[in-house]
């Protein structure tokens, strides 16, 4: 009988001490940060909760023990550690400590994502795109069709690919109007103006920029990068105006358009004025590019606001990372001049030698939005037609980890706010 109390205890000891979660690192020893979060978004998409344990390792993710899982990050290159039920309690009673500024966010809901972006072929990437199909988090692609048909609140998520919502193709036209992509894309706008009843393209972009205003009034979340940042604004400031040279619309822009711009219709800028130069590769004085910008590539960091998880989860988590400092890199709108950014907006990335924000966050009715300048986190200056980045050689960039970090976003269970 003895024995057979002891064979009971040892079995019973055995059980409780038998592992029951898999702790996802993201401190520097996750060995590919970007697939993490691909198995995060694997597991909500088969009824089953995340818990991102926020500033904890690099923001890491803990998950209930299931083999399927374990096998998953094993084919995927996801670097897991397998911890006893008492170890994870262990960890999450550290983390509530009102002394220490870490905190858990429970993750409920994979959200649908949709990709704004063009069907016909441009010379150039998006990093959105890259990262969801490397970290293999479907999405569904949107243009202005789908958009001014209504199907954006059937998506949680929205992305603006690198894009011109003012209808002058990207200030392109001094040094590509002869390139065939070019030509090809005016063409393809045009048509789908007429085709969707806009006399110009300029009015069907804005058509599309307030059906997404729209979505974010709604409870939507914005994510936009490079041009489609301070283009979407400058179209919604610009409703009713005619900020378009001939060559883009076939008549003069109103030469008082900088005098009738209304700030308080956009999200993040105000106060600031366009480009009346169709020739200049910029849509105003919002972003900050060279020459008035004087850093070098050496040089060009952007910090991460440091801040507090128990008090602040939303920013928290959108700046969950294993670096603090995160390399800079250009676009055609690399970065925003601070001066600019309205008061409310809420920085989390600056150059503060530059005095420029390079990742900002805002609220706007029920809905988020949030800008992240620049093209390419891994591609310093990337050019027009330059090879598609191979994120297979970048799996642990901070850059890009800021990108999915807002894919997430959605998908967290909301906290009533602190007073």
């Known amino acids: 009988m003895k024995r057979l109390l002891l064979l009971a205890f040892a079995l019973l000891t055995l ?3 038998r592992a029951a979660f898999l702790l ?12 993490a979060y691909g198995i995060a978004y694997y597991v909500l998409q088969r009824d089953l909760d995340v818990q991102w344990l926020l500033n904890y390792r690099g923001g890491s993710f803990l998950i209930r023990q299931v083999p399927a899982i374990e096998q998953e990050c094993s084919i995927r290159g996801v670097s897991f550690q397998v911890i006893a039920d008492a170890q994870a309690a262990s960890i999450l009673a550290a983390i509530s400590d009102p002394e220490v500024n870490q905190d858990v966010v429970k993750l409920e809901k994979a959200p649908k994502i949709a990709v704004y972006s063009p069907k016909n072929k441009m010379p150039w990437d998006d990093a959105v795109t890259l990262a969801l199909t490397y970290a293999e988090i479907p999405y569904e692609v949107v ?31 001094s040094a590509y109007r002869n390139a065939p ?3 090809e894309d005016v063409r393809i706008q045009e048509s789908m103006a007429a085709k969707l009843g806009y006399q110009k393209v300029s009015q069907m972009k804005l058509a599309v920029a307030l059906r997404i205003r729209d979505f974010v009034v709604g409870g939507g979340y914005l994510f936009a990068m490079c041009s489609a940042t301070d283009s979407y604004d400058i179209a919604l400031s610009a409703e009713g105006v005619d900020i378009c040279e001939s060559m883009f619309d076939g008549d003069p822009a109103d030469p008082k358009m900088n005098s009738k711009l209304n700030y308080e219709s956009t999200f993040a800028f105000r106060n600031y004025k366009l480009s009346t130069n169709p020739s200049e590769y910029e ?7 060279p020459p008035q910008r004087r850093i070098g590539r050496t040089e060009d960091m952007f910090t991460l606001f ?10 928290t988590m959108l700046c969950q990372n294993h670096e ?10 690399t970065a925003f001049k601070e001066k600019f950014i309205k008061p409310g907006v809420l920085i989390m990335g600056e150059t503060k030698s530059e005095n420029e924000a390079r990742y900002i966050h805002g609220e706007y009715g029920k809905g988020t939005w949030t800008f992240y300048s620049g093209h390419d986190p891994e591609d310093y200056q990337h050019q027009v037609g330059d090879p598609v980045t191979d994120l297979a050689l970048h799996p642990n960039s901070p850059g890009y980890r800021l990108i999915l970090n807002n894919v997430l976003f959605p998908a967290a269970k909301k906290k009533k706010q602190k007073t």
């Open 306 to 315: 440091d801040f507090s998880a128990k008090w602040d989860p939303v920013p």
């Open 24 to 35: 996802i690192p993201m401190d520097e020893s996750q060995t590919n940060h970007l697939k």
């Open 143 to 173: 243009y202005d069709e789908e958009v001014l048909q209504g199907k954006l609140p059937l998506y949680d998520w929205l992305h603006l690919h690198h894009e011109d919502f003012t209808g002058q193709y990207g200030r392109f036209w």
């Open 15 to 17: 059980l409780n001490a």
């Open 283 to 289: 849509f105003s004085d919002i972003d900050n590019q």
């Open 181 to 183: 992509w070019y030509q």
């Open 324 to 333: 603090q400092v995160i390399k800079g890199f250009m676009g055609q709108t």
